[in-house]
């Protein structure tokens, strides 16, 4: 019987499998053979019986869609005798050993696996999953087989990611190179360390330079345990690039996908096929990334009337978001994981009083929980998301017209966030991280059989983010104050709507 060699190509294949990185990144270019070299690393210890591992994508449609992870996987570890079962999408080989396909599409979902041990974790297009996913994974990264646990992860250019951030040592920073987000040949396949300090990195070229760093941390850990090995509190990790034109195979079977890349757009064709981390195409994200960036700096933005506005959430998994405005600053923000009603009225009230707002300039989300705000604040104005755009406008409804104006807004250098605001920490990160994440959620959508403009639904914003984009709603719903209802009973049934602005 024919013998079938299964081995990585030259260039990113060969580098990507030779790393002794803990995390290993590989990304850049489509078509580098990411996928493929992953699927290749899960092979390494299956001789191990007691050796598994787990490869995740975001969703699980990905996972079996044509030619995607599965259907490779088919014909790659079935040559290495492995055992599918597509109910669970799980393999098992002929040692014992098993490796597993799952999805997080939620940040809820990384809940699933408390108390679980995987000496191998996977990450394919590592930038669809959020940083506290992808962190809480490596808390589940434990091995008792006798392989040192590590973390392999491919993906794509993502300027707008968490991963952008933390490889950006291997990418050219400098604005006026003209490598300017393209790899740094030189740092290519380079082992760093870091530890977490809080919700920063700290990097080092050495363990050691790493620990010098942190004696607050290390110190008070040898207090509890003099046994420790204070190396082990350190990752090491690289960064490796991919390129269509490594993969000589594709190029063989595939001459066309070239040209495939080739007819992109620039922005498009910068990523895809030149491995750029600094471009974006955009596509559909209303908010530009930089223009949002620049909000925590534009304080020439004028003061104005005082508002305040407030993304309602009682028992859940969504925050209660208040924030309070002068003109177009935001100038404090109140942030409750888990609230009352008495807990939402008393805080609405005390930031009412404290910075003089009147009534009629509160605005409350009114779906759902929000809804018996109107009992306590009279004069509060109801924010319904799917209530028709204000002025007859050509919008999906009400949410999609607000966004819009939030997007142009922005765009336009017509908001600020305060340093205040910004810096504050929830859940372990700045206000200022949690509202450029939440950016990539808001996104035009196509429009719908009447030819008005839509946004993307609630669970497609939450399957990008894994949670729902608490901030930006807050944010969005301060346009509906530029807005002067006449009427006060507008959405009841048979009522009539007569529109103005302020």
Not at 178 to 200: A, S, T, V
Not at 360 to 373: L, M, Q, R
């Amino acid at each position: 019987m024919a013998t079938k060699t299964i081995q990585p190509q030259e260039g990113f294949q060969q580098d990507f499998l030779s790393s002794p990185a803990d995390i290993a990144i590989g990304g850049g270019a489509a078509g580098a053979g990411k996928t493929f070299a992953l699927l290749m690393e899960a092979l390494r210890y299956i001789p191990n019986p007691n050796f598994g591992g787990v490869i995740f994508r975001r969703t699980s449609p990905q996972i079996t869609s044509e030619g995607g992870l599965w259907d490779t996987s088919l014909s790659l570890w079935h040559a290495a005798g492995g055992f599918p079962r597509e109910s669970n999408l799980s393999w098992k080989f002929p040692s014992g050993s098993k490796m597993k396909f799952s999805h997080l599409e939620y940040e809820k979902n990384v809940l699933d696996w408390q108390g679980s041990q995987i000496p191998f974790i996977g990450f394919d297009e590592v930038t669809h999953f959020t940083e506290k996913m992808f962190f809480y994974l490596l808390s589940r990264n434990r091995s008792a087989c006798g392989v040192k646990p590590y973390v392999r992860a491919t993906c794509n250019p993502d300027p707008d990611s968490w991963v952008a951030n933390f490889i950006e040592w291997w990418i050219e920073q400098d604005p006026e190179s003209k490598n300017y987000g393209l790899p740094i040949k030189e740092r290519c396949g380079k082992l760093r360390y870091f530890m977490r300090d809080g919700n920063n990195y700290v990097w080092g070229n050495s363990k050691k330079e790493v620990l010098d760093k942190v004696p607050h941390i290390v110190d008070k850990l040898l207090e509890a345990d003099p046994t420790i090995n204070t190396d082990d509190l350190v990752k090491s990790v690289t960064f490796i690039p991919g390129s269509i034109y490594n993969n000589v195979e594709l190029l063989r079977k595939d001459p066309g996908y070239l040209g495939n890349l080739m007819a992109q757009s620039d922005e498009d064709r910068a990523a895809l096929l030149d491995g750029n981390w600094k471009i974006s195409s955009a596509g559909n994200d209303l908010i530009n990334y930089i223009k949002l960036k620049d909000t925590f700096s534009n304080d020439f933005i004028e003061r104005g009337r005082k508002c305040i506005t407030a993304d309602i959430a009682l028992k859940g998994s969504d925050l209660l978001v208040i924030g309070v405005w002068d003109g177009w600053r935001l100038i404090d923000i109140e942030v409750l994981p888990i609230a009352k009603g008495d807990d939402i009225i008393r805080v609405l009230k005390a930031l009412a009083k404290k910075y003089k707002v009147p009534q009629s300039n509160i605005v409350y989300d009114d779906d759902g929980a929000g809804s018996f705000i109107d009992g306590f604040i009279k004069n509060a104005r109801a924010f319904k998301n799917g209530a028709r755009p204000m002025k007859g406008e050509n919008y999906k409804n009400r949410k999609t017209q607000m966004y819009y104006k939030l997007g142009e807004r922005i765009n336009t250098d017509g908001l600020y966030i305060s340093p205040e605001v910004a810096e504050k920490i929830v859940d372990g990160k700045s206000i200022r991280d949690h509202i450029i994440e939440e950016r990539r959620a808001i996104k035009r959508d196509r429009m719908d059989m009447d030819g008005k403009l839509c946004i993307i639904p609630k669970e497609q914003m939450k399957t990008i983010i894994g949670h729902s984009p608490d901030f930006m709603d807050m944010l969005m719903m301060r346009e509906f104050l530029e807005f002067k209802l006449e009427k006060t009973e507008e959405e009841k049934p048979g009522s009539k709507e007569s529109y103005g602005f302020f």
